[in-house]
């Protein structure tokens, strides 16, 4: 029986397959100075806990190991608690955040959440929490690898993976901002991703990217967003002193041919958030699932061929 104290999680026991996750009842988080606690109506599967649940980020050296570990990164819920010094939202207001440190004990994937403030932002009007949820990790690496980018108005831009969750936020940011987008797809996504606002398309199965990619474009794009990490098939597609940016960690090539070459990193700001989240960007929900059923979503995303995201709730349905 869980008490008033007591709340239900998902956390990763030890490391593997999605047999690893178990449902705990733990006792319910108290926010700290500057932090908010949140009671989670949504939170999104996304690869990185895959990565996390199987121990590869333990494995590249990204996260220490731990007896068990919190699993979850994106929320969508309301604010229950506030910890001190916190002046900018109130109990019961709706929000979303992101919860960016990968070695702790407790995600996204339970019914509260203590995060820092900072990293929270109130939730796009008019939207419910599951669609909601599925903003701020793929919007905010979106928005920050095309800052790094920093590219301008008119000039010509890759995206790699671009019928993805980051790479059709890249797309349709990238749109926003006046680059013109040269998306790669499969053709069964290609509609979806012109109506994001890309401008040209390269097949998803193209052998040769360069080549394709030159021939629209000729003498290369000014930069590529890699949000499939091809690394070096992507960044040949690249101008000479263009710019290239991968969000898949170990993808970064050499910055050949005097390119500019980053691996992006997320981290969370809940003032980028607030701005994307006023955006009326595209949200998608590919299905929902309760929250016991988290080893199930794992298995659906590992299979592929999703788009959109898993949602867990702490209850059946929104």
């Known amino acids: 029986?869980?008490?008033?104290?007591q709340m239900r999680a998902v956390v990763a026991r030890g490391y593997g397959g999605p047999e690893a996750l178990e449902l705990v009842t733990i006792p319910l988080p108290e926010p700290g100075p500057g932090q908010i606690r949140i009671r989670v109506e949504a939170a999104t599967v996304n690869p990185v806990d895959l990565a996390t649940r199987s121990g590869a980020l333990v494995e590249a050296g990204l996260m220490a190991a731990r007896g068990?570990?919190?699993?979850?990164?994106d929320v969508a819920g309301v604010v229950d608690r506030l910890g001190s010094g916190v002046t900018a939202f109130a109990p019961g207001q709706r929000v979303i955040g992101l919860r960016d440190l990968l070695d702790v004990s407790l995600g996204a994937y339970s019914e509260y959440?203590?995060?820092d403030a900072a990293a929270v932002a109130p939730a796009p009007p008019g939207v419910s929490a599951v669609a909601a949820a599925t903003l701020p990790l793929n919007s905010l690496t979106a928005l920050q690898a095309l800052n790094l980018l920093d590219l301008a108005a008119g000039d010509t831009v890759l995206v790699t993976g671009a019928a993805g969750a980051v790479g059709g936020f890249a797309v349709e940011l990238a749109a926003r901002r006046g680059?013109?987008?040269?998306a790669q797809a499969s053709a069964a996504d290609e509609e979806f991703v012109r109506s994001l606002g890309a401008?040209?398309?390269?097949?998803?199965?193209?052998?040769d990217?360069?080549?394709d990619v030159r021939r629209l474009v000729p003498g290369g794009i000014d930069g590529a967003l890699d949000t499939a990490g091809l690394g070096i098939r992507a960044l040949a597609a690249v101008r000479t002193r263009g710019a290239y940016v991968t969000v898949v960690g170990g993808s970064a090539p050499l910055p050949l041919r005097g390119i500019r070459v980053h691996q992006q990193w997320i981290s969370s700001d809940g003032a980028a958030l607030a701005e994307l989240a006023a955006m009326d960007l595209t949200l998608r929900v590919a299905d929902i699932l309760p929250l016991e059923r988290a080893a199930e979503a794992h298995d659906r995303l590992a299979a592929g061929g999703i788009?959109?995201?898993l949602m867990l709730v702490p209850s059946e349905g929104p």
Not at 1 to 5: A, G, L, N, S
Not at 68 to 73: A, H, N, S, V
Not at 199 to 207: P, T
């Open 1 to 5: 029986m869980i008490t008033e104290k």
């Open 68 to 73: 068990y570990t919190g699993i979850g990164w």
């Open 113 to 115: 959440l203590a995060l």
């Open 179 to 182: 680059l013109r987008v040269l």
């Open 199 to 207: 401008e040209w398309i390269v097949s998803r199965d193209a052998s």
């Open 209 to 211: 990217l360069a080549t």
């Open 307 to 309: 788009r959109g995201r």
